[in-house]
């Protein structure tokens, strides 16, 4: 009897401690994504080489006053979806691409659908031919940001997207994001391949020097790399494995490989889909001990509403004009994400 009893007092115990380490530990959850806002241009012909003279009131696309007040309200509701069970007020973190200036970018994150979040920006004007540039949005709540800094790609023949490396901390930890536009398709895939192959290769130096100053920062490169996962440039330039268990710690692991097996992609083009918006992990944010920021799942925000509804486009993604003709749709890509958890312990 008194060995029952003893071992029912060592079972409540178990128990009560185990309730107790339950209730001074919590489990931290953070978002952070990706968005090719395609195209976002304010209406001044503020370019004196021209480059954004299609989005003017005189241009191509007569750009008016009313396109673009639709074009900002229709990214700042596509971006206030951004949410899950666990992140009720949007991503961390949102990398942005195809933005002409940091005036559109505040004039979105000061849209009424959003402005609760108190995005703030950062942003580095580029010298690419279009004239659009890569950018950062965060929620101060959750990242406070270190140090930015902006990196040319001189190994290609023409005039492209600077790479964005923000360093800050996520709710303590230390990160950074490198956000990029790597270099189009234009001439080919093939043809191309160098140029992004080129990209990848500074995205991977911009990793390492991280890794040489802080051996324990992870680090996320993100963007919309104009090549699929499986791509030269992700693939093997880069080194971002399919499988989490390939990835080393100041290697990467690329989650939307194995969506795009599934046939999910985030822009479509002669009726395939491609995954070209994506966020890939260093190792050790992919698989790192349980109070350390570690990969949980990967979304691609393909909702309804971002879809067109009719015609040969029918479940692609709604994009502000197609052949010529105004849609007041979102973007040709859907934007995608990480999120990230951790466990730490309750104050």
Not at 193 to 212: C, F, G, M, V, Y
């Amino acid at each position: 009897m008194k060995r029952i009893i003893l071992i029912l007092v060592a079972a409540v115990a178990l128990t009560w401690t185990a309730q107790a380490q339950e209730k001074r530990t919590a489990v931290q959850v953070a978002g952070i994504a990706f968005y090719n806002l395609e195209n976002l241009f304010d209406t001044i012909p503020n370019n004196p080489e021209g480059r954004d003279a299609e989005y003017t009131p005189d241009g191509k696309n007569q750009w008016d006053g009313r396109k673009y007040r639709n074009k900002i309200n229709n990214m700042a509701y596509a971006i206030s979806q951004l949410t899950t069970k666990y992140t009720p007020y949007g991503p961390a973190i949102i990398g942005v691409s195809e933005i002409e200036n940091r005036s559109v970018l505040e004039d979105l994150v000061a849209n009424e659908a959003i402005a609760k979040w108190n995005l703030q920006i950062v942003h580095h004007d580029s010298p690419d031919a279009r004239g659009v540039d890569v950018g950062l949005l965060y929620n101060p709540r959750y990242f406070k940001v270190e140090n930015a800094t902006h990196h040319r790609l001189h190994a290609v023949p023409f005039r492209t997207r600077d790479q964005t490396c923000v360093v800050g901390s996520l709710m303590g930890q230390r990160i950074a994001v490198i956000v990029n536009h790597w270099p189009s398709r234009l001439g080919g895939q093939e043809q191309s391949s160098p140029n992004r192959e080129a990209a990848a290769a500074l995205s991977k130096q911009i990793a390492d020097s991280l890794w040489t100053v802080d051996p324990n920062i992870g680090v996320i490169i993100m963007g919309d790399l104009n090549d699929d996962p499986q791509d030269t440039s992700c693939a093997k330039v880069l080194g971002a494995k399919r499988d989490i268990k390939d990835a080393t710690a100041h290697g990467f692991y690329n989650p939307f490989w194995k969506i795009l097996d599934q046939g999910i992609g985030t822009l479509a083009y002669k009726s395939s889909w491609n995954l070209f918006d994506q966020i890939i992990l260093s190792g050790n944010l992919a698989e790192a001990p349980a109070d350390r920021w570690h990969f949980q799942r990967a979304i691609v925000h393909n909702h309804d509403f971002l879809k067109d509804k009719e015609g040969s486009r029918q479940g692609y993604p709604k994009r502000t004009f197609s052949a010529g003709s105004y849609l007041n749709g979102y973007s040709d890509h859907f934007p995608t994400e990480v999120i990230l958890v951790r466990t730490v312990e309750r104050k």
